[in-house]
């Protein structure tokens, strides 16, 4: 469909504005098939992920990628901050950052990785004074700090901290004297506690939703659905999916919870039986606390591992 408009609204097009149609199924066959649903679905996908510069079936658009295509049309300098931006949001620097590991080889790069041991150290020239350190929390994440020591500040920018610390395989290994890396380890660590104190545990919270957002979307519109279409005026069983929908987004996901509730949905998709669903949701709802303080994330120092130091001078 996205395909067929842009052949219609096409660049250079003499015409101000285009009008396209869109023709639906009879009810009936909606129901049988769920083809608006399944387009649906696939179309804010596409718009969350690349972004669209149109509505296909009424959606609220968000023209990710092709609002930064008309920037680029603009001037040079403008169009030098957009490309830096875009190169900024991929990690490490987008191609800056693989290009060197392709050229090592992707396939020995694992194998070469593990023989390395925790906290290696090494250091090169280029005109800077500071250090570099990689740290690994757990499977979660991966920490960038590098520690500007003439203006005492830390740059965690994986763009900026890359060309700094990139090099030749050749480049002469060089360690200054004159930085305490003790000390300025310190400030690190008290760093990532500071972030890990104010922020993993919304972080936390945020990636365990993100994850279960397309799972939860999907459920919502399949309770609709049956709402609409199959309990007529039964008032209670209508109650009942109120219940469901308005409850399962305020829960705290536990892995535990989200494993239960993806077999609850990937059962329903076989069955199509939706009382079974119903009952199956509202006793994974019943006793469900809300934002249990319990299960929040906190900062285990024995889950930080440094993967190594850079002394850059």
């Known amino acids: 469909m996205i395909q067929r408009a842009g052949r219609i609204d096409r660049i250079g097009s003499p015409f101000d504005e285009i009008y396209i149609y869109n023709f639906y199924p009879e009810k009936e066959l909606e129901s049988l098939l769920e083809l608006v649903k399944i387009l649906q679905t696939k179309i804010e996908m596409i718009n969350e ?3 669209l510069d149109a509505s296909v079936l009424g ?47 992707l396939e020995r790069l694992k194998e070469f990785c593990k023989s390395l041991p925790h906290g290696i150290q090494s250091g090169l020239k280029k005109g800077f004074k500071g250090i570099f350190f990689s ?8 920490l960038w700090y590098l520690y500007d020591a003439i203006n005492d500040r830390f740059i965690t920018n994986k763009t900026e901290i890359l060309n700094f610390i990139s090099c030749k395989e050749d480049e002469p290994r060089v360690i200054p004297e004159d930085l305490d890396v003790f000390e300025i380890h310190k400030k690190v660590r008290r760093k990532i ?12 919270i945020r990636a365990v939703h993100g994850r279960m957002e397309k799972t939860l979307r999907d459920m919502r519109d399949e309770l609709v659905f049956i709402q609409e279409n199959y309990l007529e005026e039964n008032d209670a069983l209508i109650q009942k999916v109120d219940n469901i ?16 509730l993806r ?7 076989q069955s199509r039986n939706w009382h079974i669903m119903l009952a199956r949701l509202s006793e994974f709802l019943k006793e469900k606390p809300v934002n249990e303080l319990e299960e929040t994330v ?13 002394f850059i001078s």
Request: aromatic content about 14%; hydrophobic content about 30%; glycine content about 8%.
């Open 245 to 260: 929908i308005n409850g399962l987004p305020s829960i705290s996901f536990t892995k535990k919870r989200m494993k239960t």
């Open 193 to 204: 506690e500071e972030f890990f104190s104010e922020g993993l545990i919304a972080t936390k």
């Open 59 to 105: 959606e609220k658009i968000n023209p990710k990628v092709f609002g930064i295509i008309r920037d680029l049309r603009g001037t040079k300098d403008k169009k030098e901050v957009i490309l830096k931006e875009l190169e900024e949001e991929q990690f490490g620097g987008g191609e800056l950052f693989w290009q060197p590991l392709k050229d090592f080889g």
């Open 298 to 310: 906190e900062f285990d120092e024995n889950k930080l591992k440094l993967i190594c130091v850079d």
């Open 135 to 142: 740290y690994k929390y757990e499977e979660d994440y991966h």
């Open 263 to 269: 077999k609850i949905w990937k059962d329903y998709k």
């Open 49 to 51: 992920t690349i972004g």
